[in-house]
């Protein structure tokens, strides 16, 4: 019994993002349908659909899943130790520094390189 009550109420979630889907695809239809309003009222329009297809694709046990996910991602985001300016600019300046560093060592090897494969080929100067 418990497990046909699961599955009606997932087929109900089902058939709520079905819907929800609907509406999304109604919206986007609606906009390029009635190209000959003003965009204010066909934004309009598609902002509400969207609210509402969201709404009702909170509803469901994926939507409640997801609700949990972002509330929890927002907390370990508040939990992070933000670097100051300071440190930004000193690790962004390292990197830059190393980036150049690493391009002159690879332009003096490919010259090393081509030197070498020219000497081998007798195709040099």
Do not use: C, H
């Not at 009550?5 to 079905?18: H, I, M, Q």
């Not at 969207?50 to 709404?55: F, G, K, L």
């Not at 930004?88 to 190393?98: C, D, E, G, I, P």
Request: glycine fraction near 8%; hydrophobic fraction near 60%; proline fraction near 1%.
């Amino acid at each position: 019994m418990a497990a046909r009550a699961e599955s009606n109420g997932s087929a109900f979630d089902t058939a709520k993002l079905v819907v929800a889907i609907a509406l999304l695809i109604a919206g986007v239809v609606g906009f390029y349908y009635f190209s000959n309003e003003a965009l204010f009222y066909r934004v309009l329009g598609v902002v509400g659909l969207s609210i509402a297809a969201t709404a009702i694709a909170v509803t469901t046990n994926i939507g409640k899943t997801f609700l949990g996910f972002l509330k929890e991602a927002r907390v370990e985001v508040r939990k992070v130790v933000w670097p100051t300016r300071q440190e930004t600019m000193q690790t962004t300046l390292v990197v830059v520094a190393l980036v150049f560093l690493v391009g002159i060592i690879l332009w003096l090897l490919d010259m090393v390189l081509f030197w070498g494969i020219s000497l081998l080929t007798g195709q040099g100067k």
